[in-house]
C-alpha cells in the first residue's frame, strides 16, 4: 500500500510558477514510477507528467511540455511537479499517482495509487 498526499497548489497569476510535491509513505518508494495527471471542472483526467522510479526517464503531455518539470527525490519519498509560464487552461486539480513498474506510464488507468488531489488556479 502507498498513500500519496500533494501539497503546493494555489491561486497564481498568468506566468507565474508554482512547485507541487507528492509526498509518498512507505519505504519501498524507488520501486515505483510516479506521474502526475490534472483535471478540469467537465474534462477528462488529463496525464500531465511521468517519471521513472529512478528518475532517469521522463515524459510529459504535450501542453506543458517546455513549461513543467517533473523531479523526484526518493531519499525523501518525494515527487515534484515544477509548473512555469502558467497559463489559466493550466487551471485543475493535479493529482500524484503510484505504480510499481520499472517504465513511464502515461496512461492513468495503469496507476493503482492516487492522492487526494491539490487545486491549482491560474487568472488571467
Known amino acids: 500500500q502507498v498513500q500519496l498526499v500533494e501539497s503546493g497548489g494555489g491561486l497564481v497569476q498568468a506566468g507565474g510558477s508554482l512547485r507541487l510535491s507528492c509526498a509518498a509513505s512507505g519505504r519501498t518508494f524507488s520501486s515505483y514510477a510516479m506521474g502526475w495527471f490534472r483535471q478540469a471542472p467537465g474534462k477528462e483526467r488529463e496525464f500531465v507528467a511521468a517519471?521513472?522510479?529512478?528518475?532517469?526517464?521522463?515524459d510529459y503531455g504535450d501542453s506543458v511540455k517546455g513549461r513543467f518539470t517533473i523531479s523526484r527525490e526518493n531519499a525523501k519519498n518525494t515527487v515534484y511537479l515544477q509548473m512555469n509560464s502558467l497559463k489559466p487552461e493550466d487551471t485543475a486539480v493535479y493529482y500524484c499517482?503510484?505504480?510499481?513498474?520499472?517504465?513511464?506510464?502515461?496512461?492513468?488507468?495503469?496507476?493503482?495509487?492516487w492522492g487526494q488531489g491539490t487545486q491549482v488556479t491560474v487568472s488571467s
Open positions: 517519471i521513472s522510479r529512478s528518475g532517469s526517464k521522463t
Open positions: 499517482a503510484a505504480v510499481q513498474t520499472g517504465l513511464v506510464m502515461t496512461i492513468p488507468t495503469k496507476y493503482d495509487y
